[in-house]
């Protein structure tokens, strides 16, 4: 029932930016925390920031000062402004987000199809 759709991916040269953007629907009751994963070609999936539900961020150290991140709840949206891109930024960017569907049920992970980003040098 529940769907996280990415939005904004696309290809920007080196020190460009790009705006990514996540929104859940569905059955939802409550979402805890959101956050962006990125998985570039042989390399593992890793987090690139999160946000929990009283909007405290994290960032992995590779993005930190250039990325930020931003959620709306009224709008169950989760955001990601990427700004001075390089290109080892390049990867497929997924949403994910831990969400209470509804009173009665628990928590689950959920996560979007993913967006490619593309940095050219």
């Known amino acids: 029932q529940v769907q996280l759709v990415e939005s904004g991916g696309g290809l920007v040269q080196a020190g460009g930016s790009l705006r990514l953007s996540c929104a859940a629907s569905?059955?939802?009751?409550?979402?805890?925390?959101m956050g962006w994963y990125r998985q570039a070609p042989g390399k593992q999936r890793e987090l690139v920031a999160g946000?929990?539900?009283?909007?405290?961020?994290y960032y992995t150290d590779s993005v930190r000062g250039r990325f930020t991140i931003s959620r709306d709840n009224a709008k169950n949206t989760v955001n990601l402004q990427m700004n001075s891109l390089k290109p080892e930024d390049t990867a497929v960017y997924y949403c994910?987000?831990?969400?209470?569907?509804?009173?009665?049920?628990?928590?689950?992970?959920?996560w979007g199809q993913g967006t490619q980003v593309t940095v050219s040098s």
């Open positions: 994910n987000a831990v969400i209470r569907s509804s009173s009665r049920s628990g928590m689950s992970d959920y």
């Open positions: 569905g059955s939802i009751f409550s979402i805890n925390s």
């Open positions: 946000i929990t539900s009283s909007s405290s961020a």
